[in-house]
């Protein structure tokens, strides 16, 4: 049996992520798996019913599960708290719970949205890369860091980087680089940072055992530059913690929208959390009108990468896709197009699963 734990989170979180699990539902109901899908609460929705972001009991489900779909969490209602008791620290304490490092998130820009991308057509068609992550070390979760307000006001936080963190995101590059095109850019700042150096030094190292892997360092700034100018020339970008979470949000305007772009956060053994990359977007929710696109796709890197079921994981991403010739949420409209909301895009997702699109139902001329 599959144990998948959903945490709906907060805004729209719970509202893509009821789409997405109708989605699961139906594809592990065709390859006829057995499955257990449980609930439970984390971020704002825990703070407000057990006054912690992270419930122990939420931890210890996560930690049984098979794999953790997650919607998002957070919200304008809780920044007035401190900051170890907001939100966000319950989604920082699940990664470190279930010790996912890698984080992996796709960038691809689908044939209907091509004129979606924020960049013209020719430097959007055929985008199809992973951004691989470091999602523990870096400034976000290094010591020292602090504020002071006495004798002067200050604050200062710590990039730092032990050579086994980086071996093991870098181990995780390289072997999805030899899955896909074999090419692998490593994003640095190895001019200005001592860490970045360190960096530089262990994916060459790693280079050596994987030669059929072409490996090139960027700096970060230029890596930038280069998703905006030419984003066709990447496959798998690795990177640090902070530059991959800049980095991957440049991405959004890439293929068109946050909302369309997955993750996937995973540990040693394979099991991870999987959420879209958008945030709780609190003016949207409770109005069906969300994009539900990311979290759909974040179910199709379940099946792959957490369930081990790389058909299944294709069979949702192709209907994804067909589906967006016929209607699409309102972020996305285009001319002839109908405009749905996000339970009917779910519907018109399940048809397309289902071979059922009605046959009057036109493709629109935004495809």
Known sequence: MKHILILPGDGIGPEVTSQAVRILQTVLSHHQVIYQLDEALIGGAALDACGEPLPQDTLHRAQQADAVLLGAVGGPRWDQLPAGQRPERGLLALRAGLCCFANLRPIKVMAPLLSQSALKNQRALGVDLVVVRELT???????????????TVAAWNTMRYEAAEIDRIAQVAFQLAERRSGKLVSVDKANVLEVSRLWRERVDRLAHDHPGVAVQHQYVDNAAMQLVLAPQQFDVLLTENMFGDILSDVGGAVVGSLGLLPSASLNAQGKGIYEPLHGTAPDLA??????????????????????????????????????????????????????????????????????????????????
């Not at 870096?138 to 004798?151: A, I, K, V």
Request: proline fraction near 6%; hydrophobic fraction near 45%; charged fraction near 20%.
């Open 137 to 151: 070390g870096g400034l976000y979760f290094s010591e020292p860091r602090g504020m002071q307000r006495e004798p």
């Open 286 to 367: 409770g109005r069906d009108v969300a994009n539900p696109i990311g979290a759909m796709l974040s179910v199709a890197m379940l099946l792959d990468h957490g369930l081990g079921m790389p058909a299944a994981a294709q069979a949702v991403r192709t209907a994804v896709e067909q589906a967006l010739r016929y209607g699409r949420t309102a972020d996305l409209a285009a001319e002839g197009m109908p405009v749905l909301g996000t339970m009917a895009f779910g519907d018109l997702v399940l048809q397309v699963l289902h071979d059922e699109v009605p046959k009057d139902r036109k493709e629109g001329q935004g495809a």
